[in-house]
């Protein structure tokens, strides 16, 4: 069934953006673009349009109490299907990350002589832009070089995008997994186009998910990493790494907390501009 997105539009002073990045990560938005002096935020339509503006009307009256001045304004509108593929392909360009991996859109050609990783979007959110993602792909092709021919689990996988540049970079055997029925489509649909086999993909849940693995990658918002970590740690094997990835600058500490009580041990914190992506590992 198509699905519209509304494209909300934040006009932010500089001494609020980290406060509303963080707010409509907090509301659900999977995609977060920095602009010069706004922040573009995507929801899908569920209906609950007037329930968004509350939120941002209720936090802005927060923050103008607390002095927070100037706030901030916005405005939003509806993109039905055709217009929302036609705003990821206007944003959506190759990009090179790290020293292998090319992202490439599927209507560019793919003209390079790096590892391409092709990505149609379609309605799911991954694309290499953001700041977590790329971060992801920069420790993945890092750990490419100790893990080749070892297990990796992308869990919320989305467009497939790490799970795709792993099998790129020679982890074998891949699965990825993700509870949206349109994102295992999108995973499905761009595995194909990058000719690969050795990806098994999943619907569901962590706890679908059997066995262990030598690597795990988890893109996720920092709420749903606290709820998982113990899921995370029980499906690494001994000496295996994850990627904790997807929290806001500030949200880092609870994380690794949750990740140490779950027997995980923290070895490295990557800060790009106000995103935090954490290496933990299993002894």
Same mark, same amino acid.
């Given at each position: ?151 990796? !689990?992308?869990?919320? /996988?989305?467009?497939? #995008?790490?799970?795709?540049? @792993?099998? %790129? $970079? +020679?982890?074998?055997?891949v699965t990825a997994i993700d509870n949206d029925p349109m994102s295992v489509e999108a995973c499905l649909f761009n595995v194909e186009l990058n000719c690969l086999k050795d990806i098994v993909i999943k619907k569901g849940e962590i706890t679908d998910v059997e066995g ?7 893109? !996720?918002?920092?709420? /749903?990493?606290?709820? #998982?970590?113990?899921?995370? @740690?029980? %499906? $690494? +094997? ?36 106000k995103w935090v992506s954490l290496v933990v590992e299993r002894p």
């Amino acid at each position: 069934m198509p699905t519209s997105y509304y494209e909300f539009t934040v006009r932010v002073p500089d001494e609020s953006r980290d406060a509303i990045i963080y707010k409509l990560a907090e509301m659900g938005s999977p995609g977060l673009y920095e602009g010069d002096g706004n922040i573009i935020a995507y929801f899908e339509d569920k209906g609950d349009v007037r329930k968004l503006c509350g939120e941002l009307d209720e936090f802005r009256k927060v923050l103008d109490d607390a002095s927070l001045n100037p706030v901030f304004s916005y405005d939003y509108v509806l993109l039905p299907e055709k217009d929302w593929n036609e705003s990821w392909k206007k944003n959506f360009s190759p990009i090179d990350i790290g020293n292998k991996l090319t992202i490439v859109p599927s209507w560019v050609k793919a003209d390079t002589d790096r590892l391409p990783v092709i990505i149609d979007p379609g309605q799911v959110f991954g694309t290499g832009h953001h700041e977590s993602t790329r971060t992801c792909l920069i420790l993945i092709e890092r750990f490419s070089e100790d893990f080749e021919e070892k297990s990796f !689990l992308d869990i919320g /996988t989305g467009t497939g #995008i790490l799970a795709i540049a @792993a099998a %790129r $970079l +020679g982890f074998s055997p891949v699965t990825a997994i993700d509870n949206d029925p349109m994102s295992v489509e999108a995973c499905l649909f761009n595995v194909e186009l990058n000719c690969l086999k050795d990806i098994v993909i999943k619907k569901g849940e962590i706890t679908d998910v059997e066995g262990t693995f030598d690597f795990i990658s988890a893109n !996720l918002l920092a709420e /749903t990493l606290l709820q #998982i970590a113990q899921e995370i @740690a029980s %499906r $690494l +094997g001994p000496g295996g790494s994850a990627i904790l990835s997807g929290m806001l600058v500030g949200q880092e500490d609870e994380v690794i907390k949750s990740a140490e009580m779950a027997g995980l041990k923290f070895r490295k914190k990557v800060v790009d501009d106000k995103w935090v992506s954490l290496v933990v590992e299993r002894p």
